[in-house]
T-cell receptor, first 115, second 117 residues
């Protein structure tokens, strides 16, 4: 049973536009929601993360919006650049057990920024 | 600080063989987790080790095992390899706790790409 659903699977955005990727989760025990960026041949790298006590977190051009009641969160990439072309994964985990549960990942979004 | 390192980077095995992958976490990190990444199933959690103890395991058969040494380095082993075990195996490390607070950020290595023929 997939516990984190991510959409869209692929996304094409023009340079300078806004890229939006959405995720929904089922497990109410999740309380840590990171986004990872992965380039071909590399491991995932943490972009930004949020805890459920805030509804939005911004770091540079990257913003996470979080809706606890709807159990949804999204990544917004402002002023998207060709260098942002990568695969993006949302993830979730519960920290109650000291973080031992491991991250549950969405299936990923292949983002292409067209120049 | 050096990042998470994994060896080997590439590996080719045949069905029925076994394989051992190695992971060196970031210095000072005591938690090591392993993930399997495939095109079909995506990224899936295998297990997590902290202070040489396995604290949790994902939904994988017993052929997948691991261990952690006193220096926090970790190995994972897959016995009786199957074609479906072909994947990128990723190791991630995190501090664990800092001043009593859970440090949740996981840092991933580049992975070991395993091909089973």
């Amino acid at each position: 049973q997939q516990q984190v659903k991510q959409s869209p699977q692929s996304l094409i955005v023009q340079k300078g536009g806004i890229s939006i990727i959405n995720c929904a989760y089922e497990n109410t025990a999740f309380d840590y929601f990171p986004w990872y960026q992965q380039f071909p041949g590399k491991g995932p790298a943490l972009l930004i993360a949020i805890r459920p006590d805030v509804s939005e977190k911004k770091e540079g051009r990257f913003t996470i919006s979080f809706n606890k009641s709807a159990k949804q969160f999204s990544l917004h990439i402002m002023d998207s650049q060709p260098g942002d072309s990568a695969t993006y994964f949302c993830a979730a985990t519960g920290l109650l057990g000291g973080g031992a549960d491991g991250l549950t990942f969405g299936k990923g979004t292949h983002l292409i920024i067209q120049p | 600080k050096a990042g998470v390192t994994q060896t080997p980077r590439y590996l080719i095995k045949t069905r029925g063989q076994q394989v051992t992958l190695s992971c060196s976490p970031i210095s000072g990190h005591r938690s090591v987790s392993w993930y399997q990444q495939t095109p079909g199933q995506g990224l899936q959690f295998l297990f997590e080790y902290f202070s040489e103890t396995q604290r949790n395991k994902g939904n994988f058969p017993g052929r997948f095992s691991g261990r952690q040494f006193s220096n926090s380095r970790s190995e994972m082993n897959v016995s009786t390899l199957e074609l479906g075990d072909s994947a990128l195996y990723l190791c991630a490390s995190r501090i664990g706790r800092l001043a009593g607070a859970i440090q949740e950020t996981q840092y991933f290595g580049p992975g070991t790409r395993l091909l089973v023929l």
